[in-house]
């Protein structure tokens, strides 16, 4: 498909126009963050009181929230936080963070198992014993102006938003947005790792909150170079590298 009259620089094949198709939504996303925070800071202390002063010690030496994060909850202010140097798929390293959700917890597992293959597949030493990890998954409300990359007339641009490795034109999406249109609060798009698994990238923390505290599962997860699983009691998945077309 060519791009109309006005499209980005770069063969990005979309109008600016499209951007107006944005709409609101309210939608229940699911997100997992590794269980590990507090099991490593008390390895280093005696007791839970020279833990509770680790703790504030490492808070004190964060960056500070931005502005519209303060005072919500950590799961969902953490991401807003840092810039990593790193770059995801809806973020360059020097835009703000900006927090990844899912519809199901299936989509969440998928996501993260394509990037714990990668990264055990990444490290010799690793390779040989695989990764063990637990996850705790959550559930958050997404109530904003949300872009549906799933609707017409984007849908038509599917293989690049779902491409497993190249998230150039996603990025410059996401540039575009964050400059032009910031009142655009997230962007909802087809997993790349899961077929018909829906994910949102969330760029204004004022559009989250956490109704029901409750809504969390604990998953243990191991990747090996043949696959990943995540389990949990009575719930099994498992992921292979091709299925989460992630292989080398």
Known sequence: MTAGPGAPAGGAGWSPAWVDSAAPARRELWRG??????????????DLDEQAVLEGLLEDAKPPLPPAARGLHYLLSTPFRY???????????????AWYGADTPATVAAELAGWRWRFLMDSEA???????????FFQ???DGLELDLGRPPWAALRDQWRDPRDHGPCQVLAAHLRAHRPQVQAVRYESARLEAGWCAAV???????????DRQQTWVCKATAERVLFTRPGERLQFEPAQLRVAA
Request: no cysteine; glycine share 4%.
């Open 140 to 142: 958050a409300r997404f």
């Open 83 to 97: 810039r990593p140097p790193w770059p995801s798929r809806f973020r360059l390293p020097e835009h703000a963070g």
């Open 203 to 213: 760029f204004d923390a004022r559009a989250l909150r956490i109704t029901h505290p």
């Open 126 to 136: 690793l390779r040989a014993q695989g990764l063990v990890a637990q996850f705790t």
């Open 33 to 46: 963050v590794e269980a590990q925070h507090q099991v490593a800071t008390l390895r280093l202390v005696d």
